[in-house]
């Protein structure tokens, strides 16, 4: 069974960056597509960004040019570079392989 562990979330002052990191177990992370949601109370957990295998790349409208995902397949991990942060981008993020499953998510709480 595939489990997905983040760290890298905290406290950011609006502008400012931060680096998700998510370490898939098991053999099929190179196979696998993965990705970043993010969900604060009372909405939808809402995918922010998704690599393929080979690298390619999607973004939501609401973090494109300001996050970037990329992986390295050697190190079973996904990363999420987060820079010009805004308040609005506070909630709990999450790791997924995507079809399988969801990691248990690491806060991110950008003051203004």
């Known amino acids: 069974q595939v489990q997905l562990v983040e760290t890298g979330g905290g406290l950011v002052q609006a502008g400012g960056s931060l680096r998700l990191s998510c370490v898939a177990s098991g053999s099929i992370f190179r196979i696998n597509a993965m990705g970043w949601g993010r969900q604060t109370p009372g909405k939808q957990r809402e995918v922010v960004a998704t690599?393929?295998?080979?690298?390619?790349?999607n973004y939501a409208d609401s973090v494109k040019g300001r996050f970037t995902i990329s992986r390295d397949n050697a190190k079973n991990t996904v990363y999420l570079q987060m820079n010009n942060l805004r308040p609005d981008d506070t909630a709990v993020y999450y790791c997924?392989?995507?079809?399988?499953?969801w990691g248990q998510g690491t806060q991110v709480t950008v003051s203004s």
């Open positions: 690599i393929g295998p080979s690298g390619s790349t």
């Open positions: 997924t392989m995507i079809g399988v499953t």
